[in-house]
């Protein structure tokens, strides 16, 4: 017997103690999501680019086995995922890597039994953690987070005729409605927004900056290069993102909490000042397009359909989906950090 729907659980919560911050419905709506099935593929909600074709992971191996080859071969070295998804892009990275020597230890940071079971079927040699701060740090880490940033809870600050509010979550009729908290939060908003317009709406994302900034310090301690692969803007901007999907299809965010995944576009700007901040090396912030061109997909592509002239036709339009500027090739974007002393990494302009 089911318990509870989220639903009903915000109900009663709201209805005893008050509207909830959009940061504990995220993170409590996305908790319930993952922790009980595969979102992923056709029959799920939504497809990631490891999905759409094998040779988005082979180029993210080749970059991290091109930079470790330019750092010197240090070893050994461990490949380090944070929601690895089905194991898709751990697989066909390792595999790229593997024809250049670069056999690391595989650590999968997953909480999600349902998908852990799926990665432990296509990585039968990978050690699974509960968070990064389980995976020992006595070796360089090369580091992949790929559609993992945007799904971490927001929080959002709105300002109304008095001031500054939290924006939080309130009972409706019919459901759920966005509404400004009572209390002021002025003092949590930066100086040069202070005076914004009315209804104006500012994001942060707490886990999204503590993630960068243990990687930061981890690479600034062990050594190694990390990407964090999402969509997201590398200017800072206003406004909410915050959106959901089901069944490959945008629905309203607040309709169904536990049952569609709740996502916001990841602010990489800020982030790639904090991992500055934090010692690490920001070799830049490319749009997925641009990265993967650079890389060689076009290439890629070219030399999987004369191997199988059959699916030529599909390589086409799994690249155009991973690069076009209406589809991932602009609104996803590559951030690559590195530690000191690493090399630049292959697919980032010239800073």
Known sequence: MSGPSLTEIFRRLIATSGPISVQQFMGESNARYY???????????????????????ELIGLWLADIWMRAGKPGPV??????????????????????????????????????????????????????????????????????????????????IEGGWREMMVAAAEDGFAYAPGPLPMDAAVPQDWREAEPGTVLETCPGAAAVVDEVAGRLVAQGGAALFIDYGHDRFRTGSTLQAVRQHRKVDALAAPGEADLTAHVDFATLAQMAEAGGAKWLGTAPHGAFLRALGIDQRAEALAQVTPGKAEALR????????????????????????????????PPR
């Open 317 to 348: 339009q799994a690249k155009d989906r991973l690069t076009g500027d209406d589809q991932m090739g602009l609104l996803f974007k590559v951030m690559g950090l590195a530690a000191p002393g690493w090399p630049d990494g292959a697919g980032f």
């Open 78 to 159: 461990r490949y380090v995922e944070l929601g690895p998804g089905r194991g898709t892009l751990a697989r066909d990275a390792l595999r790229a890597m593997g024809r250049f020597g670069l056999s690391p230890e595989v650590h999968l940071v997953e909480s999600s039994p349902a998908l852990q079971a799926i990665q432990r079927a296509a990585l039968p040699q990978a050690r699974f953690h509960a968070d990064l701060g389980d995976i020992p740090t006595d070796a360089p880490i090369l580091l992949v987070a790929n559609e993992f940033l945007d799904a971490l809870p927001i929080r959002q600050l709105v300002r």
């Open 35 to 57: 922790a009980g099935k595969d979102p992923l593929g056709t029959a799920g909600d939504f497809v990631t680019a490891p999905e759409i074709s094998q040779m988005f992971g």
